[in-house]
């Protein structure tokens, strides 16, 4: 068996209240399939193509996250069965998937994705950017979201204290907007917090997330760096 048994149960123990995405990005079908037998249901993709060929071929309640970077050009592949998109960083994005939504007639579940790294390159709001959007009303604009929450990925780096700092400021503004802005039945509705991968989510976990995206500790290293 490919996958690390150990480090799956050892996370689930660990983890608490937060739910396991497991990460399965450039990994073969039968990885997934081994850890489904474990029980696992909730697996992350970060490749539309990648991810419509293994929702195709894998039992159908498994519930596929897209976390990457999601173009608005492919939103429709994965629209009719994703779960929950991780990653949405525009308002374009966010256009597109009430395209599809409405197209398919149901509601699609999406967290924004907030940018709180040092590092430029990551995608996300910035605190300005996403106090603009909440002033707009999200239920009017976007009738076939559902705005579940935040999703967030911490800088690079081995500074504990800084990926910390990081974590308990999404933690604040997830707090404050899901606060000010639930509306039952959609916005914010059962509030998710997604932060935390291999190398942080025990400190993710202290700020409060309820979703971790888990790859390498459970699947072995990646090939190459996707
Ligand atoms: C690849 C990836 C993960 C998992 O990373 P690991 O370090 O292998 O646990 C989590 N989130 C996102 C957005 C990713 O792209």
Redesign the pocket.
Known sequence: MAINQQAFQAIKQQLGKASLVA?S?TKPASDISDLYALGQRHF?E?YVQELVEKQAALPADIHWHF??HLQSNKVKYIAPFVTLI??VDSEKLLMEIQKQGAKLNKKIAVLLQVHIAQEETKFGFDGVELGDLFKKSLVTLYPNISVVGF?G?ASFTENKEQISLEFAGLQQLFYQYHTQFSVHGTVFDEPQLSMG???D?EIATRYGATLV???????GA?NYN?
């Open positions: 990460v990005k992350g970060n976390i990457g991780h990653g999703m990925m991968m291999s190398g989510y995206r888990i790859g390498s500790l459970l699947f990646r996707k």
